[in-house]
């Protein structure tokens, strides 16, 4: 084996552990959404686990966590780590849909790749997950909601972190700003992707996640440890991956798993494709900050507040004009209780409906995604009552919305 080969199998090995310790770092900042204590609806992904008792959620979680940890203390290598690392993800979101977050979903691929990879094309396989990741989260903002949505928030975020105000900033830079997001992502990837233009990539890639973390971090908009841990994450693996150019790649090596790997990414890279079409979820299409998801907007009726759990009655906001219908902010909800954003994906929030109207009569308006060039949408009211949804809505989807 040539020094190059055994300098990148190294490599390999520290992105593996740098995975792994983020991946148990972020569980800690999450640990209640792992563990279904909280009153926060849990909607499985199958209908026959509706009835899942409530502690299996914390025995899986205690099971995993304790025999992956003990693996690594013992030596046995990370490979046993993210075996049962991913087998625990698909068991635990198989439960409840909102733990399929994005980061757990990209550090298990990433270290089933670091572990299951032949020295020659893991870190090619791991360089190609990072530009896909940009890539495809890049074209996902592409449209004029998120420029006049989240786009915008995240500006004034920015704004604030370095203390300056937007009303100072003449009203067409404002416009323009929250465009350069995906620019720059896009522009970041198609950089990495060229050995020649690498070191131009790693300094946009580390640019963009400097100012986001600005602006989401405590200067700016706050937001949950997760988001910002993630992000510290792609600063650290970028130097890493991509730092440097490599030389002449070596002979291929034959390693139980290597398929699996290379399946794997091409699943990643691949399925965001089909998310326009419903075919695959907002988050496994790398689709983060965007409104390619629409809205759907939970509300109670403004004489049932009192019936809803404690917990959720903080976050009912006021009504519009003239209607008896206040809107609940479900995704602040989760941030307080859980640590994390809510599971953007339109049938989950549904199921936090259905589980509402348990204790109140609920309605959603669900509103399509905008159209990229002029952000125009269609919206739809829908009542729901007795912790189920109209069964009309409920056959729109392939996977479970009858929450637990």
């Excluded at 959404?33 to 914390?58: E, I, K, N, Q, T």
């Excluded at 403004?302 to 209607?323: C, I, K, M, Q, T």
Aim: hydrophobic share 50%.
């Amino acid at each position: 084996m040539t020094a190059a080969t055994c300098e990148e199998r190294d490599v390999l090995r520290r992105l593996s552990f740098l995975y792994a310790g983020a991946f148990l770092i972020l569980l800690t900042a999450t640990w209640p959404l792992w563990l279904g204590l909280s009153d926060f609806p849990r909607v499985p992904a199958f209908h026959a686990l509706v009835s899942a008792p409530r502690g299996l959620d914390g025995a899986l979680f205690a099971a995993a966590q304790l025999a992956a940890v003990a693996l690594l203390l013992l030596r046995r290598g990370p490979q046993a780590f993210w075996r049962i690392e991913t087998a625990f993800l698909i068991a635990t979101s198989a439960l409840n849909q909102h733990r399929f977050q994005v980061w757990a979903w990209h550090l298990c691929l990433a270290g089933i790749i670091a572990t299951g990879s032949s020295t020659a094309s893991g870190l090619s396989r791991l360089r190609s997950l990072t530009i896909g990741v940009y890539a495809w989260s890049a074209i996902s903002k592409f449209d004029i909601g998120f420029a006049t949505g989240i786009g915008r928030t995240l500006w004034t975020g920015l704004l604030g972190a370095l203390h300056l105000d937007s009303m100072a900033i003449p009203e067409p830079l404002n416009r323009l700003a929250p465009w350069c997001m995906p620019a720059v992502e896009l522009a970041a990837a198609l950089a990495l992707a060229a050995p020649r233009t690498r070191t131009l990539g790693l300094g946009l890639a580390t640019a963009m996640h400097v100012l986001l973390l600005l602006a989401v971090g405590p200067l700016g908009l706050g937001h949950e440890w997760g988001v910002q841990l993630w992000n510290l994450l792609f600063l650290a693996q970028n130097f890493v991956l991509f730092r440097r150019r490599t030389g002449q790649p070596g002979p291929v090596q034959t390693i139980r798993g290597n398929r699996v790997a290379q399946a794997l990414l091409v699943v990643a890279l691949v399925m965001p494709a089909f998310q326009p079409i419903g075919g695959w979820d907002i988050w496994p299409s790398w689709a983060v900050y965007s409104t390619r998801g629409g809205w759907t907007t939970v509300l109670v009726h403004h004489e049932d507040v009192e019936h809803l759990p404690a917990s959720v009655r903080p976050f009912v906001g006021e009504p519009p004009p003239l209607s008896d219908w206040r809107p609940i902010d479900v995704d602040a909800w989760s941030i307080r209780d859980l640590h994390c954003p809510v599971y953007p994906q339109p049938r989950f929030r549904l199921g936090i409906a259905a589980a509402l109207s348990r204790h109140a009569r609920i309605q959603v308006e669900r509103r399509t995604a905008p159209t990229r060039i002029t952000g125009a949408t269609s919206s739809t009211t829908i009542d729901v009552s007795n912790g189920k949804l109209p069964d009309a809505i409920e056959h729109e989807f392939w996977l479970n919305t009858t929450p637990r």
